[in-house]
Structure formats: C-alpha cells, structure tokens
C-alpha cells in the first residue's frame, strides 16, 4: 500500500537533545590539524574538516584519510553524547502513531552515521525509518538539499512530503529542495532546538509547532 505520506525528520533538536562538546571537538580538531601544519579556526566544524584535509594531504587518497581521522573525533563525541541524552518518552509513541496513519519516515541530518544508528538504539526505533542519510552519505551537508533529495529519490519521488526541523538550515534545505526537485515540500519548524519558532518563521518555515508531540496535529 502507497503510504499516505512521507515524513522526514531532522536529528538533533528534533528528535533527541545532543550536547555535544563542540568545544571541547574543536579543540582536538585544531590539536590534530596544528600537528600537520594547519593552524585556522575549526569553524564551522565541517567545512574546516574538509579545508584542512585538502591542505594538509600530499595525495586524494592521503586526503580521504586524513578527512576520515578528523571525523573519528566528531564522531565518537556524537555517539557519547547520544548514550547520555535525556530521551522524551513522547518519540516513540508518536512516531508509531504515525507509521499506523500511513505515514512512511526518514531521517536527513548532518550528524553520523554512527551517530543515527546509535540513537534509533537508544530509542528502540530500529524498524522505523524506510530511508536515512547522515552526514557521510552526502557531498554537502544542509543547508544543502543534497540529503533531501537523496531521501525523495530513494522513495520513489513521494508526492506528499514534509520536512521537520529545528533550525534555519533544515528551513532552507527545503526551500533549495523545491527549486531543485521542482516539487513541494512542507517545512515543519518545532522550537526547543537550534532556533526559536519566530527564527523559524522568519527563514520561511511553513508551519511550527512547540514540541515534536503536537506534529500528529498538523499533519
């Protein structure tokens, strides 16, 4: 049976709260880069990855290696920080509520793989999600549509979409989304995350909602 409808979720802020020590990652990060010659500020994060494994490799594969070594670092903060986080109790049931509407689900964010695989553990969610792209299964990250488009392609080019998120990145993600796919989706914004509801609004977010508890509403 063709599902009523295709849900995607950001991660962070969304469907669980990571406090991850960006700090303390940059930290290492610029440590790891200093050793190699590569003294710029780790900001942002990702984008510094990739800056400094350029200019720090003698060769492409030195430099997928070398991208590889400085992502571990992120990687292992994230996953510690997912085995400490606060979980709602309210994720679960919701999202079930939804798979029994006839609604299909996926996950696009610019956290790990390891990351997502560690929190749909922790959520008892392993068989809940039809599609997920991380951070590792795209070129660019949000605010790039790339993980988007990934997603609708990989479900047969859904008709019905939405995208729910906590930050101007996943809003504008999907508005990009739009031009390239030339086919609409509806931006959820839920506050409690990265960014506030008016932010939200502002970045053109079509609908809000306070917590991930009132999506059942607006769906």
């Not at 962070?12 to 610029?30: E, K, S």
């Not at 995350?193 to 053109?204: F, M, V």
Request: aromatic content about 4%; proline content about 5%; some cysteine.
């Amino acid at each position: 049976m063709r599902a009523i409808g295709t849900v995607i979720f950001d991660l962070d802020g969304t469907l669980i709260d990571l406090q991850v020590p960006i700090d303390d990652v940059r930290g290492q990060l610029t440590a790891f880069f200093s050793a190699r010659g590569y003294r710029r500020p780790m900001r942002p994060i990702l984008t510094a990855i990739d800056e400094g494994a350029k200019q720090t490799s003698s060769s492409p594969t030195n430099e997928v290696a070398v991208r590889k070594s400085a992502m571990d670092i992120l990687d292992r903060a994230e996953v510690h920080a997912v085995q400490v986080a606060p979980l709602d109790v309210n994720v679960k049931p919701l999202l079930e509520k939804l798979l029994e509407r006839g609604f299909e689900m996926a996950i696009v964010t610019n956290n790990s793989r390891a990351c997502v695989a560690a929190v749909l553990k922790r959520l008892e969610l392993d068989n809940v999600f039809a599609a997920v792209v991380a951070r590792d299964d795209v070129q660019t990250p949000k605010p790039d549509p790339e993980g988007l488009l990934r997603v609708w392609t990989k479900l047969g080019e859904p008709v019905v979409l939405y995208f729910v998120g906590d930050s101007t990145a996943d809003v504008v993600a999907a508005r990009q989304f739009e031009i390239a796919a030339a086919a609409p989706i509806t931006m959820i914004g839920v506050s409690g995350g990265r960014h506030d509801l008016e932010t939200l609004r502002t970045a053109g977010a079509d609908r809000l909602i306070e917590t991930l508890n009132d999506l059942a509403q607006v769906l």
